[in-house]
């Protein structure tokens, strides 16, 4: 089974209007960080926001915030008021307490547009 | 703010080449990652390293692999023998520490392109 399931390929956003970016998670443990990232067209990796599984409260950062459903293993990602500066590929990640390192482990990506 | 540096930005070698992709992590970090995106795919795990050895590593990171900390400051991914399908974007990332709740930090990638 898929780690990290991302079902939305690409979505599309009007301008200052908010979008949800879906990612769902499988894990046996019950110490896990999960985080999004932003990949703009210039390649680089850009960390949005981190929720951890013991936290209670929903992860937020200026206009991004995460909907942790840890019961459904849900971890979607909201965006309010979009800009067009926000379109990019956007990558969930789940780090897991496993090895001596605990790699991260990455979803295929949602491609988001955000249109006027 | 400290942050990842990754040298070459961009490298074009030819098959067969070996190439070697520099990093330099965050400076009191203790925990440094490769991983490998290639073009419109996800990014994957390539290898970790801690205290001077490798602590895991993927089905990816094969004999032509091979990572090294020569010196107090760099974290460098050696590829031997380059096949055109180890085209893709590398990521160098360090932590300050192991456990899951802890960010990784990412450098900005060296693009690498086999011909």
């Known amino acids: 089974a898929q780690k990290i399931t991302q079902t939305q390929p690409g979505m599309f956003v009007q301008e200052k209007e908010a979008v949800t970016l879906d990612c769902t998670y499988d894990t046996s443990d019950p110490s896990y960080g999960l985080f999004w990232y932003k990949q703009p067209s210039s390649g680089e990796m850009i960390f949005l926001i981190y929720?951890?599984?013991?936290?209670?409260q929903n992860a937020t950062e200026g206009r991004y915030s995460l909907n942790f459903q840890k019961a459904r293993k849900s971890a979607n990602l909201v965006i309010s008021a979009s800009q067009l500066g926000d379109s990019a590929m956007y990558f969930c990640?789940?780090?897991?307490?496993?090895?001596?390192?605990?790699?991260?482990?990455f979803g295929t990506g949602t491609r988001l547009q955000v249109t006027l | 703010e400290p942050e990842v540096t990754q040298t070459p930005s961009h490298q074009v070698t030819q098959m067969g080449q070996e190439v070697i992709l520099r990093c330099v992590p965050i400076?009191?970090?203790?925990?440094f990652y490769w991983y490998r995106q290639i073009l419109g795919q996800k990014v994957e795990f390539l290898v970790s390293f801690y205290n001077n050895e490798i602590s895991e590593k993927s089905e990816i990171f094969d004999d032509q692999f091979s990572v090294e900390r020569p010196d107090g400051s760099n974290f460098t991914l050696k590829i031997r023998s380059t096949k055109l399908e180890d085209s893709a974007m590398y990521f160098c990332?360090?932590?300050?520490?192991?456990?899951?709740?802890?960010?990784?930090?990412f450098g900005p990638g060296t693009r690498l392109t086999v011909t």
């Open positions: 990332a360090s932590s300050p520490a192991s456990g899951a709740t802890y960010e990784q930090y």
């Open positions: 990640a789940m780090r897991e307490n496993t090895g001596t390192a605990s790699k991260l482990t």
């Open positions: 400076s009191n970090h203790l925990y």
């Open positions: 929720q951890g599984s013991y936290d209670q």
